[in-house]
């Protein structure tokens, strides 16, 4: 079955960095479109950076230049990092995928803050 599987979260100061992995399985990696999204408290879920099967990013306007997403077939893991990071970019990071249907990860927590 489908898995993913978020890691890397914790608390940093702003402008601090930090990169989240997510390991996947039960479906062709090499081949599948993975996406990072966001939750932030009383917000929705919203779309942070989107990677293909090809390697083509695309990114929310307010993380362009700031985080980077990339992708490491072998080891069936994509990453999210994330540098210059601000308060508002606290929120619970989950790993997203389209195999037949969507599929998520558990999350894991950011938070930016002093």
Do not use: H
């Amino acid at each position: 079955q489908v898995q993913l599987v978020e890691s890397g979260g914790g608390l940093v100061q702003p402008g601090g960095s930090l990169r989240l992995s997510c390991a996947a399985s039960g479906f062709s990696f090499s081949i599948s479109a993975m996406t990072w999204y966001r939750q932030a408290p009383g917000k929705l879920r919203e779309l942070v950076a989107t990677i293909t099967s090809g390697g083509s990013t695309n990114y929310k306007g307010s993380v362009k230049g700031r985080f980077t997403i990339f992708r490491d077939n072998a080891k069936n893991t994509v990453y999210l990092q994330m540098n210059s990071l601000k308060p508002e970019d606290t929120a619970v990071y989950y790993c997203n995928t389209i195999v037949g249907r969507t599929y998520w990860g558990q999350g894991t927590q950011v938070t930016v803050s002093s």
